[in-house]
């Protein structure tokens, strides 16, 4: 089955600075690739995906790029905020009808004021 | 549109105890997923349904875990007995079908915390 793995588990920037946070995934067959934002307590809330049919999405201060034949995919938010703070999950999923996705063990960022 | 809900938000029981959650899928969602997220990891998935019918329940502990979505919308995952590894933070997805295409983005609801001591 898929494998995603998710670097580094805590990463710590000044606000304003940007952030990076790298996920690596075992299944060529993999197609889609959602991030996510939870807050202490709440759900997981979709901030950005990719399909593999492009290399770079952005939307305002976050964007995700996919190299597919490395097969890994970043996040990154620049001009970051203390409302940045949170943990990210990168996640996998397959096409076909089940689009089952499989997360990553998440980046707890924090964004020191 | 209103979102995923889900009941109780929290519920503490003793080992060997039995529990179930509940939860209710965005309205015209097909698709609807079990996930358990323990501490510190990421949402693992449990089982998914699409309608009334079992699409993968190949990660759920059947020995102790059922769950069952009888009219094709609300689902329950029941755990019976509990054990201390269990307490972690049961999520409920759900995911749109539309004119026999799926479309991608999972929508989560809010969670429930379970506490096994």
């Known amino acids: 089955g898929e494998n995603v793995e998710q670097h580094p588990s805590t990463l710590s920037v000044q606000e304003g600075d940007s952030a990076v946070i790298k996920c690596t995934y075992s299944?060529?067959?993999?197609?889609?690739f959602p991030w996510y934002k939870q807050e202490l307590g709440k759900r997981p809330q979709l901030i950005i995906d990719?399909?593999?049919?492009?290399g770079e999405k952005k939307d305002q201060r976050i964007a995700v790029t996919l190299n597919k034949t490395a097969k890994h995919f970043s996040l990154h938010i620049t001009e970051t905020q203390p409302e940045d703070s949170a943990v990210y999950f990168c996640?996998?999923?397959?096409?076909?009808?089940?689009?089952?996705?499989?997360f990553g063990s998440g980046t707890q960022l924090t964004v020191l004021p | 549109e209103a979102g995923v809900a889900q009941s109780p938000r929290y519920k503490i029981i003793e080992k060997r105890q039995s529990v179930a959650f509940w939860c209710n899928p965005i309205?015209?969602?097909?698709?609807l997923y079990w996930y358990q997220q323990i501490l510190g990891q990421g949402p693992k998935l449990l089982i998914q349904?699409?309608?009334?019918?079992?699409?993968?329940d190949s990660q759920l502990p059947k020995d102790r875990f059922s769950a069952e979505r009888l009219k094709g919308v609300d689902s329950t995952l029941k755990i019976q007995p509990a054990k201390l590894e269990d307490s972690a933070v049961y999520l409920c997805?759900?995911?749109?079908?539309?004119?026999?295409?799926?479309?991608?983005?999972?929508?989560f609801g809010p969670g429930t915390r379970l506490t096994v001591t």
């Open positions: 997805a759900s995911r749109e079908l539309r004119g026999g295409q799926s479309s991608y983005e999972q929508y």
């Open positions: 309205s015209g969602h097909a698709t």
């Open positions: 299944d060529s067959a993999s197609n889609y």
């Open positions: 349904f699409q309608n009334n019918g079992v699409v993968d």
């Open positions: 996640a996998a999923s397959k096409a076909g009808s089940a689009r089952q996705l499989t």
């Open positions: 990719i399909r593999s049919n492009v």
